[in-house]
């Protein structure tokens, strides 16, 4: 399995940089800025000052990382329980464990997820209309949140990815961190950034694994 894991790594190493330099393409046809992005990346901002100004919260992360490796047994039909948390740690007992279980809280940005849900619960169902801005702000530091404090907890060794194989677990980390920044950015500027991404990034990969083929093929 970890053989098969290292494969597909180096299938999807090319498309690493591939997808940064295509989310750099998208981003870059950005010509305006909507209220809601204001919204969104004000909130980003704001956390991004108080994270390198006050402590970090690492209880509140520790909570959303624990709870989203619950979320993931769930999501795959297992149980959890022994649901432990504290500023220096945390851990969760699960009925299993797979690729997915263990690098989701790196892959989900669950504090943005909870603000999103919020959202679309009190402005677009029920149309709490003053609530707009402030849950935009939200979601825009809860995207910071994840990003600064995946960034934080990667920097030293984390069991998780010493179980998945570190080289198959940076890769994913990286590639499905980028499609929901893609995502979202295209939810909030109303652009089809995701699509975009996600047809540029493949696009290229097949191309670039296409010539690798057809350059082997000519030295042979």
């Known amino acids: 399995m970890r053989f098969l894991r290292w494969l597909l ?69 297992g149980s959890v329980r022994n649901f432990r948390i504290s500023s220096q740690g945390g851990s969760v007992e699960t009925s299993l464990s797979n690729l997915w279980v263990n690098l989701g809280p790196y892959l989900l940005p669950i504090y943005l997820m909870a603000a999103g849900l919020v959202y679309w619960a009190a402005v ?12 935009l702000g939200l979601m825009g530091a809860g995207a910071a949140f994840h990003l600064l404090m995946t960034l934080n907890v990667l920097a030293v060794e984390q069991q998780d990815l010493k179980d998945t194989g570190y080289f198959i677990g940076m890769v994913l980390i990286l590639l499905v961190n980028l499609t929901w920044v893609a995502w ?26 296409t010539w690798i083929g057809e350059s082997l093929g000519e030295g042979w």
């Open 9 to 77: 790594a180096l299938f999807l190493l090319p498309t690493c940089g591939l997808a940064v330099f295509v989310l750099a393409l998208e981003i870059s046809s950005i010509r305006q800025f909507p209220p809601n992005a204001i919204a969104f990346f004000s909130g980003m901002l704001l956390y991004f000052l108080l994270h390198f100004v006050l402590p970090k919260a690492n209880t509140i992360y520790v909570l959303g990382h624990e709870f989203t490796h619950a979320v993931m047994t769930w999501f795959f039909g």
């Open 124 to 135: 677009v169902c029920f149309e709490v209309e003053w609530l707009r801005w402030p849950l």
């Open 184 to 209: 979202v950015l295209g939810w909030i500027f109303g652009l089809p950034i995701a699509q975009g991404f996600i047809q540029g990034a493949w696009g290229r990969t097949v191309q670039f694994w």
